[in-house]
């Protein structure tokens, strides 16, 4: 094994790594038995040849013990690669051999002379010829074999593993899971942070015949950091995490208002450097890409390794125009950090792509699911403590892809939810909180049709992000949690030119605001105020309509004296102002084309309102009372998605402080 004190010399041959990180090859070395071999390897210092075999034992690629690290296939191959971080790519052809040594930094490429395909088995750090009889018996030819300093291993964990992540507090159950040899014993250990004088967790583990093996670890109390381990009993392979925290896990997905990242917000410079001021707070992101059916692992290690929050990680002189870290989960949820405090880790992982309807993320056989099988199914092994979304803009672009959308939404949420019980065993993931915000603003100011210039349907979007029942929780939605955020149309900023119009809009503090108080309430059980006002009835007085407010929601802020609309046949909607209100109403008056007043709208164009300035807040929370499309009482499905009113059954009210 390496030591410090001989790290100079420590060298391994590819198919007998022990060591613990790739760099370049040093030498090229031929051997012709396992007598050779093993001398190499003694004077190497870092090298080990399985016992199993000796020097009369011949060479195939069945021997005992020889590992995947060759490259082999019949005919005469000479290589001479300087390998490193070579993915592995067993059983494919000569030619995929060669394209992926081509596409890897550090590796030349292979003169392959086959007249047909072959195994090729490509490991971290491994690029070796040999040449084969057509029985495999290596005996009598030469084998080339790269000596290489510190190759690392096959890893053991999946990729979603890290060191510095965070797993699932207590009570659920952190589950471990990662791939190795078919059939192969392993151990897992869970080794308490230092100073504890709690003997580690050991496990054991059995791989299946596919090679891949899980556990579930004990309900563990959020602290840290531990060490995890996993070691295959047969082999000298190990491979430890270190840093590791048990907390809350959150996954954050969406399109492109989820994506959009700290480095491109209002006031971007001060929020990065302030991303060291929580270092209890730990990201990773998925990388972007697609996959025919659910898988079990990324196919690629994070974009963003598990790593602490600082301005790096956030973004900070990242030369992609959208690199790293979502903006609106880290506000959202630095926002809970500031009252759970250090004791609490908290472990964020971002799963985004802009310009992606709800098809792509919904599991199949419901819809095509590319996305969901690639960057979400392999995050459903983890215990998790919730999932905050942000997506909606791209189902807005059909005239009645919105109508859908109210079934698509909470099925994908249920599918989920599913998908987590599945993956972890355990049913307490059944009712996962599941928060998201509603679509902002399509346009830099607000606009006076109900649909935006380009067809669009933001309004309707936001009205089926409900499943047309106002707000969340509901019967459709259980355990669901929403931010309202189609009045932050701030103007266009040419500090941020990559915008399209004002729907990438810069103010994702105050949505991160507005989810966190879901967060803190539903996921935490705070008694904080979830809502901005909500309407429990509608009545008519002559020529006025008075609209009547939850109490318990907050008395009435009104900014403003339009957004409502009302209609006769709940297809064509008038402005109706608002002539005067009390703590808990607001009066509309009744435009006198109206022969009746039968369905009402509020906010529900495209971008309704100026920056902050829509009709009806609460004055205390400051939040902004949500869209509505409502059927007045004796007028049911007028409005064929209006939320029917009626004399004696209101508006169910959400809990709130």
Known sequence: MCTSSRSARCKTLAMAATCSRATPVVSLMLVTTFAQMRNVCASSGCCQVPQKLNSTTPMTLSSPGLRSDWIAFPGNVYSDAQCRNIRNAANETVASCATACNQTPGCNAMNAHSSGSGACALRQCACSGVALTPSGNLSGFTAYFHINKHCAPPPLFANVFGSAMVLQRGPLRARVFGSTTAKAALTVTLTHPPGSKTPPIVLRVTADAAGEWECLLPATAAGGPYQLAASVLDANSTQTLSGVMFGDVFICGGQSNMELPVSLVNNASAELQAGGDFPWIHLAVVESGGANTPQRDLAKPFLLPWQKASPSALGQNNSQDWGYFSATCWFTMRAVAEELGPTVPLGLIG???????????TPPPASTGDLYNAMIAPLTGLAIKAVLWYQGENNSFKPTAWIKYATQF????????????????????ANVPFGFAQIGPRDCIPD????????TSYGDIRWAQTAFRYHVPNAQMPNTFMAVTADLAEGYSPEL???????????????GLRLARGVRHTVYGQNVTVSGPLVTSITTNGPSVIVAFDPATGPLEVRNSS??????NGQDYVGADISAHTSTSVTLNVPSALPRVASLRYIMHDTPCANKTCAV???GSGLPSPPLVANLPGNAGVDPVGFNFTSSQQTPTAKTA
């Open 448 to 455: 006076v049709d109900h649909q935006g210039p380009t067809g």
């Open 497 to 511: 030119p990559l915008f399209a119009g004002c729907v990438h809009y810069g103010d994702k503090q105050d949505v």
């Open 563 to 568: 957004g409502f609309e009302l209609s006769a």
């Open 617 to 619: 807040y609460g004055s």
């Open 410 to 429: 909470p099925a994908m949420i249920a599918l989920w939810r599913q998908a987590w019980v599945n993956g972890t065993g355990q049913r307490a993931l």
């Open 351 to 361: 799963s985004y792509v802009g310009g992606t309807p709800i098809e792509r993320w």
